[in-house]
């Protein structure tokens, strides 16, 4: 998914001090020491490395997608989770490819396909699992391991 450079000027921002504080996909972020230029310049390299599949989902009895505003607050929900994480850890910026395989990752795919097609439904498992390019019975293994890890506490 390419990033229509006017989406990205768009987001919602307010300088507090040093600081900046972005409203996007629903919620706010506050970065810390970051200015508006460069959080657009992480925010743009970070959305052109997303390795999402965003092709409709084909089954023999329905066809399944995100829609194109769906698709751009996933995507945003990805692109601020690890701009805040690496900006709250005062390291320098790096999103890589092994970013889309984090357990938070695939969690914030999950969440929308859960809240367009019910939650566990087999529809929304297997959207999620498509987005994320993997395969069916792997991601139902994954979602069972986190499920026990998010238990534990």
């Not at 769906?70 to 690890?82: F, P, S």
């Not at 970013?99 to 529809?123: F, I, Y």
């Not at 994954?142 to 890890?149: A, I, L, P, S, V």
Request: aromatic share 12%; charged share 25%; with cysteine.
């Amino acid at each position: 998914m390419s990033l229509n450079p006017d989406h990205a000027s768009d987001l919602q921002t307010v300088e507090e001090g040093d600081d900046l504080r972005v409203w996007a996909a629903g919620k706010s972020y506050l970065l810390k020491r970051i200015d508006r230029e460069r959080f657009l310049e992480q925010y743009r390299k970070a959305w052109n490395r997303l390795r999402l599949n965003f092709s409709p989902m084909v089954t023999p009895t329905v066809t399944i997608e995100f829609t194109d505003g769906e698709r751009v607050n996933l995507c945003q929900r990805i692109v601020m989770y690890w701009l805040y994480v690496y900006n709250a850890n005062n390291r320098r910026f790096r999103f890589l490819w092994w970013s889309m395989r984090d357990p938070q990752t695939r969690r914030n795919v999950l969440e929308p396909a859960q809240s367009k097609l019910g939650v566990n439904s087999e529809a929304a498992i297997s959207l999620a699992a498509h987005t994320l390019g993997m395969r069916l019975g792997r991601f139902r293994a994954w979602m069972k391991r986190d499920e026990q890890f998010v238990n534990m506490f």
